[in-house]
């Protein structure tokens, strides 16, 4: 049973506009959230985290929103650009970091 | 400065046969991971170490073995392939318990024939 879903496989966005992808999770007991940036032949790369007490960190063009109520995050990406097109995994962990748990992935294409 | 090293990075192996994926990293981390990932799906976690002689298992770990000798490597073997382990294998590494970042490698993709 997946703990951690990405509900949509791709999204498509336009270059300078704002890209949202999002995640849900199912286990309460996460407290911290990663997402990572995959480009193709290569292996995810750590991209921006939160921690469960927060409600949004932001990195430059990358901000996560987590609403522990709603059991959701979403990652925005303003403006997007053509380098962020890639597959973007959402993870999630609980207080001893041992395991991560990994959504399946969204698509991202960002058209010039 | 390497990071997380996998080889091979692709394999056939025909059902039945044995292999071991090699993970080496040169960060001096403490925990190392293995993860899969099947097409359309998250990774899933198959055996993770939290230090050298200390294993566990993750949730797919059914097919698999692993070691941890030293504080670089940690291979993982496939004992006797099945098409069902036909993947992409990814190792990670982190450096201590409250660094949540993981480190991955660039992933063997094997097929299981």
């Known amino acids: 049973d997946q703990q951690v879903k990405q509900n949509s496989p791709s999204l498509s966005v336009q270059e300078g506009r704002i890209s949202i992808l999002n995640c849900d999770y199912t286990?309460?007991?996460?407290?911290?959230f990663l997402w990572y940036k995959k480009y193709p032949a290569e292996g995810p790369t750590f991209l921006i985290s939160i921690s469960s007490i927060k409600d949004k960190n932001e990195d430059g063009r990358f901000t996560v929103f987590l609403n522990k109520s709603a059991k959701h995050l979403s990652l925005h990406i303003v403006p997007s650009q053509p380098g962020d097109s890639a597959v973007y995994f959402c993870?999630?962990?609980?207080?001893?970091?041992?395991?991560?748990?990994f959504g399946s992935g969204t698509k991202l294409n960002v058209k010039p | 400065n390497a990071g997380v090293t996998q080889t091979p990075k692709f394999r056939i192996l025909k059902i039945g046969q044995s292999m071991t994926l090699q993970c080496t990293q040169d960060?001096?981390?403490?925990?190392m991971y293995w993860y899969r990932q099947d097409p359309g799906m998250g990774l899933k976690l198959i055996y993770y170490?939290?230090?050298?002689?200390?294993?566990d298992k993750g949730e797919v770990p059914n097919g698999y073995n692993v070691s941890r000798s030293t504080t670089e490597d940690f291979p993982l073997r496939l004992e006797l392939a099945a098409p069902s382990q036909t993947s992409v294998y990814f190792c990670?590494?982190?450096?201590?318990?409250?660094?949540?970042?993981?480190?991955f490698g660039s992933g063997t993709q094997l097929s299981v024939l």
């Open positions: 993870a999630a962990s609980a207080d001893n970091f041992n395991k991560f748990y």
């Open positions: 990670a590494s982190r450096v201590t318990s409250t660094n949540e970042k993981l480190f």
């Open positions: 286990n309460s007991m996460f407290d911290y």
């Open positions: 170490s939290v230090g050298a002689g200390i294993t």
């Open positions: 960060m001096n981390h403490n925990y």
